[in-house]
């Protein structure tokens, strides 16, 4: 019998080895082929998933249904048996499309074979991303800095893991044999590895310190958020219904970065004030992160992650949109006859030895557009930290670079740009770039701050603790045993 249920879809089946709300049971190949593929996953996760935890208790949310309160079911859980399943939001049966060449037509329940290779590789791109992302965090359970920030970790983890199955059923369910091959490969890939890495740069950067954690959850995290969200507009009704419950779970995650930088920032500017403090040597001699390298640090993540939005001006992009494969961030909430024939917008570019405004057909400056969507929610976020140096009366500012700053990807790529948006040379840049992006000196102090603290309700030096604890429990609760 299955143990929940939702009135609205099929239940949410946890009496099957995998999980699901697809109804996996009445589709026998389909549910054997995923089958084979689950132990190459289990395998994964314990060669690449977080290190020496096979026998942790963690307290952790699990999806019990789909329903609007009923996803985040807590408890102890040893991380192998967490119950990875395939969860989609219910279908509306009279979903139409609402943008792109098929605007007024039922949503597709299968793919369209012209589009079949495009939304392919959208998929596998956003999939390839999620095992990446734990790759990069492997190490980091050795260092963490109280139990409640382990917890947050391996929450963040096995939600990857499960958005990555999310991710493998569509493949396997509506894209036959290439599906299940891509499937495959995505077990192979690995983050950095030059021979078979990740397919987008930022997954295959280094994690290896919590402020680099709580940065990519506060910068990549968001870049999750927003692809997902143009994903959740799709025409391909499957891939919207799953990236919108995909979107649920993100959340926490953006809270996890959001908050783990707060609270550097917060104990950083308590040690300045209580000693009165400026100078980051003597504030580094206290065993905190100071506020220039934290900078540094918001610097790297913020740059790298812009280049995650792809080319300002992409063909890519355009066809994607007048296919209805992917939308505009909040494209329902958009008044426009959302096609953008004759629409522009402007799109920042280098022109003579300057940065200028252009006007671009708005169709093929769709990555521009989520990027400044995506932007816009990043400098609040900045804001909302600033008010800690504010209240306790610091004057120094987090600031967010140049979006020319640092770029691999699209208009910028190649040019030299500062923080504050001027040219110089390459030798110039790179003379200084330390002053802008960590350095390996500013790892290896960070790296230095790193201790393990295990005991419930303290927390490492360098961090402040959390307002509250997680699901209304106290700070000092025991989010992880270790027997
Ligand atoms: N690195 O037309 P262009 C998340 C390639 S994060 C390497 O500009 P397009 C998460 C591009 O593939 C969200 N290559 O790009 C966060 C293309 O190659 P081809 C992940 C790059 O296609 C934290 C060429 O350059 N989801 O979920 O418009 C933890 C020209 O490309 C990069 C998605 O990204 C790069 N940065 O847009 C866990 C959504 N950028 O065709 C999870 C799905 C571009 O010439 N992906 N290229 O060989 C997409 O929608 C698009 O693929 C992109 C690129 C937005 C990424």
Redesign the pocket.
Known sequence: MPEFTDATQQPLDYSQSIPNNVGLASDRNLQRALERWQPGFLNWWSETGPENTADLQVYLRTAVSVDRDGWANFSYVRMPEYRWGIFLTPRDENRKIHFGDHQGEPAWQEVPGEYRSALR??IV??AD??PA?VEQQKLLGATCPSLYDLRNLFQVNVE?GR?LWAMVYLLHRYFGRDGREEAEALLERRSGDPNNPR????FNEKTSHWLAFYM?AFF??R??KY??AA?AESAFDPLARTTKFMLTEEAHHLFVGEAGVARVVQRTCEVMREYGLTEPSDIRAHGVIDLETLQRFVDFHYSVTL?????EI????AA?YTGGL?GRYGEANISDDHALGGDIYPVAEVAGGNIVNREAPALTAL?ARLRDSYRREIQAGVDRWNRIPERLGIPFRITLPHIGFHRK??NFAGQHITPDGRFLSKQEWERRAADWLPSDQDHEFVLSLMGRVIEPGKFANWIAPPARGIHNLPIEFEYVRFN
């Open positions: 590789r959208i791109t956003q991303t999620e992302s990857e958005h397919i987008l740069t930022a990519f990549t995290d870049d999750g692809q997902l994903l280049d995650l939005f792809g080319a992409s063909s890519n992009a994607f992917k990555n990807i699209g």
